[in-house]
């Protein structure tokens, strides 16, 4: 698993950061729902456990504030009309990853599907030709590359030579 400090990318780390805010509320859920048993197994007020509950929660709301503070991002208006525009972002499209682990897809048609739509002809394999994509996705709370190969076909150049000769 990647550790956070070795993410170079903002992409991933703002994925990996959504995932750890959903994995902690669904924490929260589980320690809510075990402190209430707890309190109950225990035969104290669940209004008690529910209080001290609420209370661990805005303790964490606090540091997160403090952590990241809502005023350092915020600018008034009057100040965004003294900064010059933006600069035109000057890149677009997908970041390599060439840290992560890589799972490899390979997609073949099969023989009902080998039939060129134009000629008629049989598609057959073009050895060593793929169109690929790669895939950035999440496996068990992990992040790995699948490279998707797509096999590539062509129809056989002595078909298509007979086709364009009969048409002459």
């Excluded at 003294?82 to 990853?97: D, F, I, N, V």
């Excluded at 895939?135 to 709370?141: A, P």
Aim: overall charge positive; charged content about 30%.
């Amino acid at each position: 698993m990647l550790r956070l400090e070795e993410i170079r990318d903002a992409d991933t780390l703002r994925q990996v950061a959504v995932l750890l805010e959903r994995e902690n509320h669904r924490l929260h859920d589980r320690l809510q729902q075990l402190t209430s048993e707890l309190a109950h197994l225990r035969g104290q007020d669940a209004a008690a456990a529910q209080t001290h509950l609420a209370f661990l929660r805005e303790l964490l709301a606090q540091r997160e504030r403090a952590l990241f503070g809502d005023s350092s991002e915020k600018r008034s208006q009057a100040d965004e009309g003294l900064r010059p525009p933006p600069a035109p972002p000057t890149g677009h499209g997908p970041k390599a990853q060439p840290t992560l682990p890589l799972v490899e897809q390979r997609h073949t048609l099969s023989d009902a599907q080998r039939t060129c739509p134009q000629c008629g002809g049989t598609l057959m394999e073009w050895q060593g030709q793929t169109e690929d994509a790669d895939e950035v996705t999440v496996v068990e709370r992990q992040f790995v590359l699948v490279r998707h190969r797509r096999q590539t076909y062509r129809v056989a150049v002595t078909a298509v030579w007979r086709r364009r000769r009969d048409h002459r």
